[in-house]
């Protein structure tokens, strides 16, 4: 245990003596030391790891030193550091932070890790650890301070001489003169160039250099200049005028102080000269000179004291400086302390401990309220070797340089910040240096082209070889030279600058290279490139446009115009160039010219802007309007207009438009004040905004009444035409307004002031009007119009009635005439065919002459009542002309050779063509056109020409030799049931209706029908149908053998009608074709024939007691389909002719119809047709 004692002792005590060590070491011997400390602590207390950390500025840790070579600990926690800060120790797990506290402050901490006992064994070193990193924290912070202000220092260096360096590119020179007023020193400049040019000037006096420049030395300037040289005085602004050898003149402005010896004796003057001519060089080189000239007044010192070793003030040698004021007698005997403020007196204090350790203080510098000094010291030799080594002090007033250095700063700063590009060259133009706007600009950084050649890194292919060869031939020379060049930054993108080069020479004269700077003019390169752009666009504008321009300057009567402006008066320029203003007054039309003066005094108020519209004469004579627009430019100093420019236009077709258009919103006005329907214009509200005078005499109500009422009042009490409340969502105004659409002929029901109720019939059409919705309506009163619709209606109701029964009683009529017709007609061909003998031939063709004619008007008649109830319809089938003519041929061929007329068919080329059309109805047109030739023509020719060219109309020519008509016969023959007179009917018999069925049947093909006739003479009917041609031929129909008759032989045939003269006229017309037939008197017994035996063909009248034709097939067919056999051919045989009826059979299940009377070559086709069917 004492062993134990005594060791902690020892090791106590060394550790103390290691603090003491600490304590009283320099800092550069406390490394060492530390470290030597250190290790004991480590290995005294067993810690793996020591480590010594300060406390840094921003409050982090700075490891300073450790054992054994430990890195730098994690950072120190905001909870630990607080503790740290209060003087106490953190202990976590193996892990010490020993707090090392200095002047109250945290200083840093000791951080050690492992070992036991350890708190105990920090406590020695403490207090010198603590110490020793204040020290050397102190010592970090001087030897920082020391390099700034080395770097600070090198730094002013560079920017005086970069300062120097532009300085001679300005217009100002420095000058001295000695104590004889001689001259001794002139600086380098381009105005010292320019006057001097080479001209010694070293020993001139004032009064020489005068008279060398030809001024005189005694006028006022010169002599002030003198008298102020001989006051010692100093002077400022002394202006002067200098000729140089060339004759040149030199407007200058000297400046100038006295300066004085270390004795204050009067030594010369120095001062700065400047071309006021030329200012902007001027201000560069002024302030350079001026600034070396204030760095050497302020080396002069101008205040010397004497102090003992305690810092008594023991003499003062002062020039009445500024630091006079401060360092007077009454300080004799006293103190710095005592005799100066605090501030001051701690330099002094400062100084004497500096050259107590190192024999000399230089530079010290202090500030004394807007004055700065600076106090250079160093060590007193006592007078008696006895006394104590004093002090003495040099004091400088250096506010000059203070503010110098801060001008210097301030410069530096602004070429660094400019945004000018500022290069330095040597002579072999390789950069020296560039400014931070140079680099940003260019993307070159200077220590990457420091030493190239300038013109690789900036100059362009593309730039002006002129400009170029300027630059180089002034470089060359040596000369200061100004272009504008087109350059390229590092990435090859083109800019301008406009380049200022000076040159930089040595004090021998001799080229150092070039000072450069240059300003971007990239963006006033392209708005120069803009504006003529925008020129040369405006000119073109100008142009285009059509507009004369005109411009007046004050004190000159006429106007400068271009020729547009002459063209509209109908000038040349040559003849109309600059028009007086009287010349232009008398020509502007005499109404219009007091409204043209007036827009002199209202531009004053309008922005300097004049607007007018007026009349002028043409050199024709007539009147053009004219729109002149003009702005006062440039305003004189009473107010007064100096400059007008403008243009004028001619609006000569704009004001005809206007007119055009104020008379035709006069017409549309009168339209719609005259309108037979009432007009009204409705707002969004459904107000009423416009009326005309029908809409007052509709409604009952006069205009004033009418505006601003809603169109919804419940005085109208509107209802729909049935008389129902009309909703909102169902009037015209919101209909109109919701769809966007126009609304028509919407009905409704009104109660007018008088009581009456009218029923209206409303328009309504949304429109815009200056941006506002209205709706434009229009109605009528059609209450009358109603009354007299209901009383056609009925008319009509009743005619249609009428017509029905016109029509039934015609198919009635038509049935029962068929009916015996048909008995007639069929006999008599039958005895016709029987008989041989002439007279009894004649007899019965003459029957049949006159049934045909009776089945003729039968089928007019009808045919007419279908076209005049206009379900008169045609075929488009496929047929051949020449075979419509081949069958009239054969018809009327007859005829006329028993009358004895020459009768001749011709048919044109392309008449084998087949056209599409009704071939029926064409065939009833050439039936009537002959029957009618043939009939009125007793003597002479009948001659049907037929042509069918390939992309022409179907043409029909019927000509003869009748009896001819007269112009109004002729312009009758189409009328129905009307002929020539009564005598020709009377003769020729018919009803008149031939004609005029020819004549709407080809107005229902589309196409035409003249007549021309001569009373007389004979009658010519030419018609032209376009009817297209067919895409496929049509087969020629073959006609049967002459004599050849079908033959049914072994043919069941099932006959029913309920006539028996009917029913022997078929028997009699099959009695010779071999078929068996089977006659029955009605439907029911056709049945029951059909159901007990099978036969081939079945022929049913339609109309017959107990059960019609109809009826009958229909129960034959069901039972057909109910067996699975096929249908038997059926024809209906019935006078029903009429087309519907027709139909209805078809529908009914027939396969053809034969309308009565027939013929018995018809009635054999129909059946030999079904039955060679499959």
Not at 483 to 495: F, M, Q
């Amino acid at each position: 245990m004492m062993t134990g004692r005594a060791s902690d002792g020892a090791e106590t005590a060394a550790l103390q003596g290691l603090a003491s060590g600490l304590l009283r070491a320099s800092v550069a011997d406390l490394p060492p030391l530390l470290a030597a400390a250190l290790a004991r602590l480590g290995e005294g207390c067993g810690a793996r790891w020591v480590v010594l950390c300060a406390i840094a500025e921003d409050g982090g840790q700075l490891p300073v030193g450790g054992w054994p070579d430990a890195a730098a600990p994690e950072p120190l926690s905001s909870a630990w550091r607080a503790l740290l800060e209060a003087g106490q120790g953190v202990s976590v797990d193996d892990i010490l932070l020993a707090p090392l506290i200095a002047g109250g402050r945290l200083a840093g901490f000791l951080r050690l890790e492992g070992g036991a006992g350890r708190e105990a064994a920090v406590e020695p070193l403490a207090d010198a650890l603590a110490n020793a990193l204040l020290r050397l924290a102190g010592e970090a912070e001087r030897q920082a301070l020391r390099d700034r202000l080395a770097r600070t220092a090198g730094e002013r260096d560079q920017a005086a001489q970069r300062l120097e360096s532009f300085a001679a590119i300005g217009d100002q020179w420095f000058w001295e003169i000695d104590a004889d007023l001689r001259h001794v020193f002139s600086a380098e400049s381009q105005v010292a160039r320019a006057i001097f040019d080479g001209m010694d000037l070293a020993g001139k006096t004032i009064e020489e250099l005068a008279l060398a420049f030809g001024c005189d030395p005694f006028d006022r300037q010169w002599r002030a200049i003198r008298r102020t040289l001989a006051m010692q005085e100093p002077f400022d602004g002394f202006t002067f005028v200098l000729r140089d050898r060339r004759g040149g003149e030199h407007h200058l402005s000297v400046s100038g102080r006295p300066v004085f010896d270390a004795e204050g004796l009067f030594a010369g003057y120095r001062g700065v000269g400047a071309s006021i001519t030329d200012r902007m060089h001027r201000e560069g080189a002024a302030r350079a000179t001026a600034n070396r000239f204030e760095a050497t007044l302020n080396a002069l010192p101008d205040l010397l004291i004497e102090a003992d070793h305690m810092g008594r003030y023991t003499r003062i040698y002062s020039d009445a400086g500024s630091a006079a004021r401060l360092h007077d007698s009454d300080c004799l005997g006293r103190s710095f302390d005592e005799a100066l403020p605090p501030e001051i007196a701690a330099t002094f204090t400062e100084a004497m401990r500096i050259i107590e350790r190192s024999g000399r203080a230089e530079s010290l510098r202090y500030r004394s309220g807007d004055v700065w000094h600076e106090l250079s010291g160093a060590r007193r030799v006592p007078e008696a070797a006895e006394d104590a080594p004093g002090f003495v002090f040099l004091v400088r007033d250096v506010t000059a340089d203070e503010r110098q250095k801060e001008r210097l700063r301030l410069l530096g700063k602004i070429v660094e910040l400019m945004t000018n590009l500022a290069t330095v060259v040597d002579a072999e133009q390789r950069v020296v240096w560039v400014n931070p706007a140079f680099e940003a600009h260019t993307g070159y950084r200077l220590d990457e082209i420091r030493g190239l050649p300038i013109a690789e890194l900036t100059q362009g292919e593309d730039a002006d070889p002129a400009a170029l060869a300027r630059m180089v031939e002034a470089v060359d020379r040596g000369e200061d030279c100004r272009v504008e060049l087109l350059n390229r930054d590092k990435a090859g993108r083109p800019y301008w600058v406009d380049l200022n080069i000076h040159p930089l020479r040595g004090e021998a004269g001799e080229m150092l290279g070039y000072v450069s700077v240059a300003t971007v003019i990239t963006e006033h390169k392209q708005a120069l490139a803009d504006l003529e752009a925008a020129q040369q666009r405006m000119a073109r504008i100008v142009e285009g446009a059509e507009v004369g321009t005109w411009e007046w300057m004050a004190g000159d009567d006429r106007l400068t115009v271009d020729s547009r402006w002459c063209e509209m008066l109908g000038y040349a320029l040559v003849e109309l160039a600059a028009p007086t203003l009287d010349w232009i007054l008398t020509r502007i039309h005499p109404d219009d010219l007091p409204a043209v003066l007036d827009t002199r005094e209202t531009a004053r108020g309008n922005d300097g802007l004049a607007l007018a519209e007026f009349r002028m004469r043409h050199r024709e004579g007539h009147w053009i309007w004219i729109l002149s627009r003009g702005r006062i430019t440039r305003w004189g100093p009473d107010g007064r207009a100096e400059s007008v420019a403008g243009v004028n236009i001619d609006i000569s077709e704009r004001k005809a438009l206007e007119q055009r258009v104020v008379a035709a919103r006069n017409f549309f006005f009168n339209a719609m004040e005259n309108s037979i329907a009432a007009i009204t214009v409705l707002n969004a509200k459904g107000q009423m905004v416009f009326a005309n005078s029908e809409a007052e005499r509709i409604l009952g109500l006069p205009r004033s009444e009418l505006l601003g009422r809603d169109h919804a009042s419940p005085k109208w009490q509107l209802t729909t035409f049935e008389g129902f409340p009309v909703e909102d969502a169902a009037s015209p105004l919101h209909l109109a307004v919701t769809t966007g659409e126009p609304v028509r002929a919407i009905r409704h029901g009104i109660v007018l002031p008088d009581g009456s109720r009218r029923i209206l019939s409303v328009n309504a059409v949304p429109m815009q009007e200056e941006g506002e919705l209205q709706v434009l309506c229009s109605f009528t009163d059609i209450t009358d119009q109603l009354e007299t619709l209901g009383q056609i209606r009925a008319a009509l109701s009743h005619a249609e009635e009428a017509s029905r029964s016109k029509s039934l009683f015609l198919a009635n009529m038509s049935h029962e005439i068929r009916t015996p017709l048909n008995g007639v007609l069929g006999m008599a061909e039958l005895l016709d065919n029987s008989l041989s003998e002439p007279r009894q031939k004649l007899m019965i063709r003459t029957i049949r002459n006159s049934g045909e004619t009776l089945l003729s008007i039968l089928n007019n008649i009808l045919d007419m009542s279908k076209i005049e109830a206009g379900k008169f319809g045609l075929e488009n089938v496929p047929f051949n002309p020449a075979d419509l003519a081949r069958q009239v041929e054969a018809v009327y061929a007859m005829k006329a050779e028993e009358k004895g007329l020459q009768f001749e068919v011709l048919v044109g080329l392309g008449g084998d063509a087949a056209r599409m059309g009704d071939p029926h109805r064409i065939l009833q047109i050439l039936h009537n056109l002959l029957s009618n030739a043939v009939k009125f023509t007793d003597k002479g020719q009948v001659t049907m020409r037929l042509t069918c060219r390939p992309g022409k109309p179907l043409a029909v020519e019927v000509s003869d030799t009748g009896i001819g008509m007269t112009e109004e016969q002729a312009a009758r023959v189409f009328d129905s049931f009307d002929q020539a007179d009564g005598s020709v009917t009377r003769r020729f018999g018919g009803t008149g209706l031939g004609m005029s069925i020819v004549r709407q049947l080809v107005l229902l093909m589309g196409g035409e029908i003249a007549v021309s006739s001569r009373l007389g003479e004979g009658t010519k009917v030419q018609v032209s149908l376009p009817l297209p041609a067919a895409e496929q031929e049509v087969a020629p129909s073959v006609a049967p053998p002459a004599g050849a008759e079908p033959g049914f032989a072994g043919r069941r045939l099932l006959i029913a009608d309920d006539s028996a003269t009917n029913r022997l006229v078929l028997k009699e017309m099959l009695a010779d074709t071999g078929a068996e037939v089977t006659l029955v008197e009605d439907g029911r017994q056709a049945l029951a024939a059909w159901t007990g035996a099978a036969f081939d063909l079945l022929l049913l009248d339609i109309s017959m007691p107990v059960m019609d034709g109809l009826t009958a097939l229909k129960q034959i067919r069901e039972q057909e389909a109910l067996r699975g056999s096929a249908p038997v051919p059926a024809v209906a045989v019935t006078a029903n002719a009429m087309a519907h009826q027709v139909a209805d059979y078809i529908i009914g299940g027939f396969d053809t119809h034969l309308a009565k009377p027939f013929r018995r070559n018809e009635l054999l086709h129909a059946i030999s047709t079904l039955l060679r069917r499959p």
